[in-house]
């Protein structure tokens, strides 16, 4: 086994932990972007205003960091390869889209991304001074929990990712 396997493996086992967060949210709010160089910025702006709303701004860094990565990766690899003309293209374009979904429970914010490519997200190790891949590796140093799997109907993937609202300890 790989260690990209691995380490989904590791969180969809912490996953199973933080229960259906995103199935019984006491919140919940989605947005479907096109598939472009405005999706990142559109869906940072949505989920600053979301958590706002919601009063989890104590966790808005964190869950915009990781919708922020997680939206970049689902733009740039999550369209379909179209091999068409534009005519054909246009057809089509509605397929190139980007789903958003946030959920609140019990201090919890579920965070799920879907695109419409069914291959799996692969973390690399990115060198020094690449100027992009390493998306995964802050959405895993940010988040609680993350993991990815097919669509129900197999037309693309789902990336979810957890952030834990952290406990307070009371001082005397």
């Known amino acids: ?29 989605s947005l479907t972007l096109a598939a472009d160089d405005t999706a990142p910025g559109t869906a940072r702006c949505f989920t600053r205003d979301v958590l706002a709303a919601w009063g989890a701004e104590d966790l808005l860094d964190h869950v915009v960091l990781i919708v922020s990565e997680l939206a970049t990766n689902a733009e740039r690899h999550g369209r379909l390869a179209h091999h068409d003309g534009v005519e054909e293209a246009k057809r089509r374009q ?25 291959e799996p997200p692969a ?8 100027t992009g891949g390493r998306g995964l590796l802050l959405v895993s140093a940010v988040a609680d929990a993350w993991t990815a799997c097919p669509k129900q109907d197999g037309s693309g993937k789902r990336v979810i990712a957890f952030v834990k609202r952290p406990e307070t300890s009371l001082t005397p």
Do not use: C, F, W
């Open 94 to 118: 509605h397929l190139d889209e980007i789903t958003l979904t946030l959920a609140l429970q019990a201090g919890v914010v579920g965070i799920e991304v879907e695109d419409n490519s069914p």
């Open 1 to 29: 086994m790989n260690l990209d396997r691995e380490l989904l493996l590791l969180d969809s086992r912490r996953i199973d932990g933080l229960g259906s967060i995103l199935d019984a949210p006491q919140h919940q709010k």
């Open 123 to 130: 973390p690399r190790i990115a060198s020094p001074y690449a």
